[in-house]
């Protein structure tokens, strides 16, 4: 799921060798950390929150394979 969120993400960007997903376990479950360059922030994001909720939901659908909780972050 990691790999499938930094595919998704180095697309997006300008620059997709600054691109860094970090998984995280916690006791609800995980979290999936977006490190990008301070100038593609606005373009994970996206207009209104759209691409980082399209990340988020694609990232869930894949979890339920798994069965376990993801959570999608940026982090700045």
């Known amino acids: 799921m990691k790999d ?3 595919l998704l993400t180095r697309a997006l960007v300008e620059h997709p060798e600054e691109v860094e997903v970090r ?3 916690g006791p ?3 979290t999936l950390e977006i490190y990008v360059a301070p100038g593609d922030t606005g373009k994970v994001i996206g207009r209104g929150g759209r691409i980082i909720s399209a990340l988020r939901t694609v990232a869930k659908a894949a979890s339920v394979k798994e069965g376990r909780r993801v959570f999608v972050e940026i982090m700045a």
Do not use: D
Request: aromatic share 0%; hydrophobic share 45%; net charge negative.
């Open 4 to 6: 499938l969120i930094e």
């Open 23 to 25: 998984e995280v376990e």
């Open 28 to 30: 609800e479950g995980v």
